[in-house]
């Protein structure tokens, strides 16, 4: 049988769970990832070598724009947890590029709001 094949039943759902995608791992060898951070396919060709499968294929379809790891985690339907783990196979073989979120705003100076606050009492 092709490794493209979905294993879903129609009543059941997914007859694979999610561990078994990941096969068994639950961290990657990346801390690139949050929730926030961007990402993109390469557009790197797939070697022969690599072993992706579909839900690998998938995420590289999904990830032609650049989207952060939370909305592909909610078009695919996985558990953030494998999403990450196949980002982090990915990421490995090059295929993908991570961009980690912008830091927040750090919070204006107290001594920069009193002066405001005394400007706008002045008017």
């Not at 769970?17 to 060709?45: E, H, K, N």
């Not at 590289?60 to 196979?89: C, F, H, N, W, Y």
Request: no cysteine; proline share 6%.
């Amino acid at each position: 049988m092709s490794d493209d094949v979905e294993w879903v039943d129609e009543e059941a759902g997914p007859v694979v769970r999610p561990y078994a995608l990941t096969g068994g791992r639950t961290s990657t060898s990346s801390a690139a990832f949050d929730l926030l951070s961007m990402v993109v396919a390469t557009g790197s060709a797939v070697s022969a070598s690599s072993h992706l499968g579909s839900e690998h294929r998938r995420l590289l379809g999904l990830m032609r724009r650049t989207r952060p790891i939370v909305e592909i985690a909610s078009d695919v339907g996985l558990p953030i947890g494998v999403i990450k783990v196949l980002l982090g196979d990915l990421l490995d073989q090059g295929l993908i590029l991570v961009r980690s979120p912008l830091p927040a705003a750090t919070s204006p100076a107290e001594s920069l709001l009193k002066e405001v606050i005394s400007g706008l009492r002045a008017l």
